[in-house]
């Protein structure tokens, strides 16, 4: 545990981060009256939340190829 770097860290937070800002922004463009709210969810939510996981797992392998 010692020996986490400092990019690791900060590449976790912001994929972190983009994921909750894709999901909070993508809760708020859901209308509650609409039938196809939990479609207009996905569309809305899909590619940032990717995006995000995205950079979790750019930050994870740089820190594995990094110990080899």
């Known amino acids: 545990m ?3 770097s400092i990019p690791l860290n900060l590449g976790r937070v912001l994929g972190l981060v983009v994921v909750a800002v894709a999901i909070a922004v993508a809760a708020e463009s859901v209308s509650s009256g609409s ?3 939990f ?3 996905l569309r ?3 590619t940032p939340v990717g ?3 995205l950079v979790l ?3 994870e ?3 594995a190829q990094k110990g080899r």
Do not use: H, K, L, P
């Open 44 to 46: 809305n939510a899909v």
């Open 39 to 41: 479609w207009v969810f």
């Open 61 to 63: 392998r740089m820190n």
């Open 2 to 4: 010692g020996n986490i």
């Open 51 to 53: 995006i995000g996981i």
């Open 35 to 37: 039938s196809n709210s």
């Open 57 to 59: 797992m750019t930050a």
